[in-house]
């Protein structure tokens, strides 16, 4: 930006990131279609659901949720100057 040399290039780090970032999304999505389909289709108000991505976990949306935003951290953390970069990076975890 403005004729400065961009100090964060794209590397290795910064590809796990946007690939979690990816598939949290993904995997977010999946989990909020299948909880959806669930309810557009049950006909009891108590059921919970119990199979695809709810059968492993029982709240998948939010866990890819993390995922996602760990994603976006280890992309944004800065590997050449590491001070200061403690607290962006792992701030979020004591929200």
């Not at 040399?5 to 299948?34: F, K, V, Y």
């Not at 962006?88 to 975890?93: D, E, I, L, N, P």
Request: net charge positive; no cysteine.
């Amino acid at each position: 930006l403005f004729g400065e040399s961009n100090p964060h290039r794209m590397n290795a780090i910064s590809l796990i990131g946007i690939l979690l970032s990816i598939i949290g999304i993904i995997g977010e999505a999946i989990a909020d279609n299948q909880l959806q389909a669930f309810k557009d289709k049950r006909t009891e108000k108590n059921t919970v659901l119990r199979s695809g991505l709810f059968k492993k976990s029982r709240h998948p949306n939010l866990f890819f949720e993390l995922v996602f935003w760990f994603g976006i951290t280890i992309n944004a953390i800065n590997f050449s100057n590491l001070e200061g970069t403690g607290v962006a990076a792992f701030g979020w975890v004591f929200l």
